[in-house]
């Protein structure tokens, strides 16, 4: 996808996210405000792609904020999250739109041929393979992740550990594109991305940490991470989609804010993308490891000085 159509649509994108947000519109004061939901939209595209986790930065805005509604209405809050990530799909399948179409024809092929004769059969068949443990353990677990993760004293610690293991991992060789690596190799990226459904391991950050530790070059690493994205938030969004918004029964008020957030997710989706495969091409990801630090150092000061409470 060419820069300035790039900068275009996500400049539509926000801009218009921005309008709703200022007119008001489908917003119902009692809930979450257009306000919120833009804020959480545009930390949601940044964050679900850059390697410093959108589940925990989804709940430590609101818990600095004091937004208590999200806390106090888990099954919004759930819903709402995935407007957010519907946002992010958006703009990653936007973004690699040709790469897509392309493993999909691949993905074709190799199940006519039955075979892995190509770079991009086996890529196709990594992000396949590599999406079902985070999957299967992603709804066999949704209810103990929801009732028993997610704290900010939680989030701070695995920022934290996040962190380290990333700045470890990114001192390996850059010696692998996404087309060398095995499915043996792919079962353990699916259980590595697992491991993001914990807030605060950044769904991004692990899968790009495993494909450093794989010795994948930085650009290959987030490539394959964004291309992650597709199957893992599209299950996601078809899931609770239907059962929630379709069949479900939200509160009114919830189309202005799952609007604005989807629409500030997907600006800053495409800005995010874009700017992390320009950045590391020539950068390593310390930046992301200081980043992390410094959020984890922040959290624990708050609740050590007793600003903010451990839990939310």
């Known amino acids: 996808m060419r820069r300035s159509v790039v900068y275009s649509a996500a400049a539509a994108a926000l801009a218009l996210a921005v309008v709703l947000t200022l007119a008001g519109v489908g917003e119902n004061k009692d809930t979450v405000t257009n306000a919120q939901a833009l804020v959480l939209g545009i930390f949601q595209g940044l964050t679900e792609l850059l390697p410093i986790s959108s589940s925990g930065h989804l709940i430590l ?9 999200l806390e106090q209405n888990d099954r919004f809050n759930q819903t709402f999250d995935v407007a957010l990530h519907l946002g992010t799909l958006v703009a990653v399948g936007a973004y690699f ?3 897509v179409l392309r493993l999909l024809a691949a993905l074709g092929t190799s199940l006519r041929g039955r075979s892995l004769a190509t770079s991009d059969e086996r890529v196709a068949w990594f992000v396949v393979v590599a999406t079902i443990p985070a999957g299967v353990i992603g709804l066999v677990g949704e209810d103990y992740i929801a009732d028993n993760l ?3 004293w939680q989030i701070a610690i695995l920022l934290a550990l996040g962190a380290l293991l990333l700045f470890w991992a990114d001192r390996s060789p850059q010696e692998r594109v996404m ?3 095995s499915l043996r190799q792919a079962v353990v990226m699916g259980f590595a991305q697992a491991l993001a459904l914990m807030p605060g391991v950044s769904r991004s950050g692990i899968t790009i940490t495993a494909g450093r530790f794989m010795k994948l070059d930085r650009d ?3 490539r394959f991470s964004f291309l992650l994205v597709l199957p893992t938030v599209l299950g996601a969004v078809v899931l609770k989609g239907v059962g929630d918004v379709l069949l479900g029964d939200l509160p009114s008020g919830w189309q202005g804010p799952f609007i604005v957030g989807t629409l500030a997710s997907l600006g800053s989706g495409l800005l995010a993308i874009d700017w992390l495969l320009g950045y590391v091409r020539r950068h390593t990801y310390d930046v992301f490891v200081v980043y992390r630090l410094i959020a984890a150092a922040i959290v624990a000061l708050l609740i050590l000085s007793g600003v903010r409470e451990a839990t939310f």
Request: net charge negative; glycine share 14%; aromatic share 20%.
């Open 61 to 69: 805005i609101p818990w600095l904020g004091e937004w208590t509604y």
């Open 220 to 222: 290959s690493a987030a």
């Open 97 to 99: 739109w040709k790469d």
């Open 179 to 181: 087309g060398d690596l």
């Open 150 to 152: 997610g704290e900010p």
